[in-house]
């Protein structure tokens, strides 16, 4: 295919660095150009620079590639996505897209600012029209796009059709979050095995923050946040790649089970609409097991990209329902979905 | 001591079982004198019957011991603690109660009956004043007493200070819950590395069920249910001993960080009044650090009597407090308390 | 493809049967027509007579069918696998050998007998020639072929090649396994986390005996037992599949590194001369790393079948060499070398 | 007890440091009075500067203690117990020995050196005696002492009655090496949950090369190495503390079983004779189970100090025997060792 955009990755030898290059080894539309790391790292083959295995496979061509310097992206590069940690992701993206290159970005900062799209493809994709507000107000020559938290992709994703048919007041989520959301070297093995650790850095706040902005409304150029509370407690567990959440939601109508249950399997989103080549088809998997989902046997359903959801109970407590979800980290919480938003500005002709 | 109590064990090969023994091996009050288990382990030395290491160290003199046939409890044993599984605790709990044994179980058939106190020492030892009505209805010769179900058990403990001071409306609780609680062999290794489970068969049914008695109020020789919500969803991790749990209490009153903190310190139960000799000094340790309970770290913290809480926040969805909780689920949910109740029916006299 | 081989699978519901599933999901020359299980099962749908996930993918039509009882192999299935537990497998095995079925058995009665082969493919597949004496002497209508134990499957299949050019005096080995080779439900996690348990029943007899019976040479109708020692110590892990193995070698020549390692990296057997459809394309892959084979990085390479080796060093206590093998204990260990038995057994028309 | 001696740790926040806190928080003869650590943690309370637990319960009132600089130790302090890491303990205890500080260190430079003593308290206490010789030749005011690596401790332990009685020719050992040997953080729990890595640096050569020194004869002030081969192979395994080793050994004479087994229950070192307060009054323990030893269930035995041996059996291959060794690595293999030798340093009178 001669017109592949050429895209490139910026921190590409962490663990969600690895999930883009796995996603773009043999992308129908985009082709990987760049691979950007540290100094470290920089004229190593990208098989050498990874420690372990990949979490997912990477082709064998893109291996054999080399890395090449975060601070000289090549010109020819048109999107780039970044897996760059929190401590040096605002720098460098904000550098690169006043160079005019597009970003999609997994970094936590500027997440919740007014002008930036803060997208989980299937729920908000609309939200890619802030895009004009920020071109405007920024007078960048590129432009920025983040998606969520991991934890907070998966848990929107769900709330999405619950919000849509029933309306939402409240929702309480408690986390059991994989290994891999900690990044590599991560977690001590001397902490983590035979326990649990009840508590992750910043997490909570944002779950409960960019919820907000990811179920809210776009009008005249501005998202109101969605008007419901979002209560979240986030722990860490002896789980390789997964995020389990236990989700208890109050609704605005009275649900029965049997509409819920298929509000969530007839849930289709944009990009599935689009036909956009990573959109999984069904964004929501229903298991109806009474022991699922689990995270090492639901957490590569749809490659990673769908978001599996059990144990679907009314809850009489809260006057709404209570379910388990489950999504990989990586994947719908993070490259995953970075990629399906890039294919997204694509065919919406953004670029 | 000449005039120890005789007690004895009903399914003391298991893990409760086990348990019942470290905490009777040297007992100021009690004597540990029958070893009551199936056919299988008759005649066998305790120490030789068990499988695996006891989850607590048990005295050599006990190990030494033979293990008896449930079916025939010795006449001068004059406690029978029951650790037997559930399919065949009601036949044999009958049994001995009506032949005047007294007994305190840890088996879940009857917890919820009218004039069947189900105690967690610290939170509602008042009920066992049902024992009055329980031998008018029942005419049994002994008496029977349960305790509740181990998740409950840690839960309701740190529920008490808050409905004392604060009311109660709605609880909303997510376990994580360590292998032993499935017992000996439980859960299968390949089930649970590198997962979770997300159900714990009818667990839910009696988290939601047994809080409301247990915080119920005595009037006139009958309990009314407390008049609040519970809600549960319960899992299984790959943890040895010790259920943590992630609550979120709305209250009637509106509660402030300092004044929740002090009630979880200062509070107090019977037990401790009473100086019953297993009563742990602090019921509820409250750890400050933001990283904790662990259950690694946390589960053996006075004996494992102690249920310890950590991450106090207050809960603006919910208008209430979110915090996390950790107990032994043999000790604190299961023999432990069988012990301090049996400690309380000997000091109040119901012997 | 008009002609496919009807085969059947014996004990279908367990770990490995449902990797027989698995290999004869799609398989160019058989098709999977029975799938017998004890009565417990019979009459389910196989998806739901097994419980958990499969350890490999088994296709959906697969899936679908009906579980039949152990007890009634139809007629027109021409090829048993069995994977039956050891107490039941020799009577069924025998009842079905002598109404003219064509068995290969896991399991492990009769793997030492005189006139039964044993076989590991790449390494003693003319011993299939034993079964002209096992018609001969048993006047049974079908035929009996054996699988070895996983351990010793992979361990023979990397001394071949070492054997075939230096000579072997003796083999002293450790393994570390996996806990898929203990079944399911197996393996208690209250055994297992945070634990080695150093013993596994019979296996290291099975190591020291199958491997001199594999290795051996036929002549006249008879194996000559390997005149080399075997020595093995077996341990049971916390990891979910794969069976590492530290392996010390004496050799009768003299070896430099090169030349094993180039041995190693050439072995190629008669699977890969005859070129059948899941003959692995290389059956020792050599690791260069330092830090490898690991089990759940290298267990699935060509499916499972091939067995990874790695660290390997000369030893100088020994007069020899050493090195770790890393292989699938329910592929290269089990199914896996089974269905390339019975293609081999169809490719050199015994069938 | 006015006349306890000054002691000090150099290192004090690592895991090896914190048993040595631990070891010394109550000992009859050292008093523990300084706490040396890297600048990050100087002027914290000791119980602040650890992350997470530590490994052994260390008392209050040294979790009280002001950490002080490495650089500074004060002139009262006698013994300093040296966890440093390899790379800066060169620098530190060549500067303090100088200073005439008796060192007894646990970190690997400098082990192999003719005139430090290497010693495993109940196998070699003799190499005491080089002290002299290292005086001359040093001139240091102070003296050096090296405990073994931590599997070589735990190797030699075993070896030594066997060599006493019987002779050994060659040593053949695979390890399963706990996470708390690679220190904390040390491995990450992406690269250990649900695996083994066959490889731990440096520590096969330590092994190889430390053993021959301790089971080596001191003549004429010179130490002959022991007229052994040794060869290991080092993994480490999701276990959190304990090694557990595989060995082969070939004897001189021929053994067999019960002499060999009440050697090791029969063995007693120095330490035992010279009533050293932390000698374990068996260093041997023999454990007659099939399935033992097992690290979690065994490795506190004796507070840490004793080897647990199970499984011997005589070894047909090599002529000779095969056993399993349990010892906790912190302990026996390191911190624990380290006490034993200060006492016999006072005992013996070197102090």
Redesign the interface.
């Known amino acids: 295919m001669p017109d592949k955009v050429p895209v490139g990755i910026l921190g590409a030898t962490g663990l969600v660095g690895q999930v883009f290059a796995s996603f773009l080894s043999e992308h129908p539309w985009f082709e990987l150009t760049y691979l950007g790391a540290s100094k470290k790292s920089e004229g190593k083959k990208y098989g050498d620079a990874l420690r372990?295995?990949p979490p997912l496979p990477i082709k064998e061509d893109i291996l054999e590639m080399k890395v090449e310097n975060v601070e000289n992206v090549p010109k020819d590069v048109k999107i780039l996505f970044s897996a760059l940690p929190s401590n040096v992701a605002l720098e460098y993206e904000l550098k690169y897209v006043k160079k005019g290159y597009v970003i999609i970005s997994n970094a936590s900062p500027l997440r919740l600012e007014d002008d930036i799209p803060l997208v989980n493809p299937e729920v908000n994709l609309e939200h890619l029209e802030l895009i004009n507000i920020q071109k405007k107000r920024r007078k960048w020559k590129g432009l920025l796009v983040k998606n969520p938290n991991c934890t907070t992709a998966i848990l929107t994703l769900t709330l999405k059709p619950i919000l849509d048919r029933f309306g939402i007041k409240?929702?309480?989520v408690?986390t059991?979050q994989g290994?891999?959301g900690a990044g590599?070297?991560?977690?001590?093995?001397?902490?983590?095995?035979?326990?649990?650790?009840?508590?992750i850095k910043d997490e909570e706040y944002k779950v409960e923050n960019e919820t907000l902005k990811i179920l809210g409304i776009l009008i005249n150029g501005k998202i109101q946040k969605a008007p419901l509370?979002?209560?979240a407690?986030c722990?860490r567990?002896?789980?390789?790649h997964g995020h389990?959440e236990?989700i208890?939601v109050e609704t605005v109508k009275d649900v029965n089970l049997e509409d819920i249950i298929s509000a969530f399997k007839e849930f289709r989103g944009r990009p599935q609409e689009l036909k956009l080549p990573s959109a999984p088809s069904r964004p929501i998997v229903v298991r109806e097991e009474?022991?699922?989902?689990?995270?090492?046997?639901d957490r590569l359903v749809e490659r990673g990209l769908s978001v599996v959801v059990?144990?679907i109970r009314k809850?009489?407590?809260?006057n709404g329902i209570?379910y388990?979800a489950l999504g990989h980290n990586l994947v719908r919480g993070a490259a995953g979905i970075a990629v399906l938003i890039a294919e997204a500005l694509l065919r919406l002709e953004y670029l």
């Open positions: 372990g295995s409240r929702v309480l408690t059991m290994l891999s590599y070297p991560g977690v001590s093995a001397l902490d983590i095995i035979d326990n649990i650790v009840p508590y509370k979002v209560s407690t722990t567990v002896p789980v390789l389990l236990s208890y009474e022991d699922r989902p689990q995270p090492r046997l059990g144990r809850d009489y407590a809260l209570k388990l």
